[in-house]
């Protein structure tokens, strides 16, 4: 399902030409988080893909690896000389999770496990979202895509995180934003 194809087409533009895009934004975020002293290893870029935003992020921090669940992609960061796996490590406390464009591929039952397992003070996050309660996407581009499989609102994200001890703080860089139809943000652990 997350083959070649998928990168190339399925984001109504080639993923695989984002790679200064993706370096960019984890540039800009870490120096954002250092601010509040959030970064330290190690790091999880949770669904990876081929390893862009790894690239970023090694610049910056002395432990990442990612995760992702297409063999392809795996494969692809892999020779780009990424720490790359299947499974996340659930037994290390993680600085910081990236979840950028992730969590609306995974049915709610894994997403919830997700949650109950993982270990972070700190998840950054960008997910297309529904205007209203019950209506698709707004953005056209996420709307098509047919591995997303959860369409909320922001205001059902922000509850989801809450109820695993998150607050939620927007984020408004040059490389990563709010819009209409797409809601990213910082989400901070306060029940540690």
């Given at each position: 399902m997350f083959d070649k194809e998928y990168y190339e087409s399925n984001n109504y533009t080639n993923y695989l030409d984002r790679q200064d895009r993706y370096i960019r934004l984890a540039e800009e975020v870490l120096a954002y988080l250092r601010k509040m002293r959030l970064v330290h290893s190690p790091v999880l870029d949770f669904g990876c893909a081929v390893g862009f935003l790894l690239k970023g992020l090694?610049?910056?921090v002395n432990t990442c690896y990612g995760v992702d669940i297409s063999d392809w992609a795996i494969e692809q960061a892999k020779k780009r000389g990424h720490d790359v796996r299947k499974e996340v490590d659930f037994n290390r406390d993680h600085s910081i999770v990236f979840g950028l464009d992730v969590f609306e591929h995974m049915p709610e039952k894994e997403l919830r496990e997700f949650f109950d397992k993982i270990k972070t003070k700190a998840i950054v996050f960008r997910i297309p979202v529904c205007a209203k309660e019950g209506e698709d996407y707004v953005l056209e581009c996420?709307?098509?895509?047919?591995?997303?499989?959860i369409r909320w609102t922001r205001k059902q994200w922000i509850e989801f995180f809450r109820s695993y001890g998150?607050?939620?703080?927007?984020?408004?860089?040059?490389?990563i934003y709010n819009s209409e139809g797409v809601y990213s943000g910082l989400a901070l652990r306060h029940d540690n």
């Open positions: 090694e610049r910056e996420s709307r098509v895509d047919p591995t997303h499989v998150f607050l939620n703080v927007d984020l408004q860089l040059s490389t």
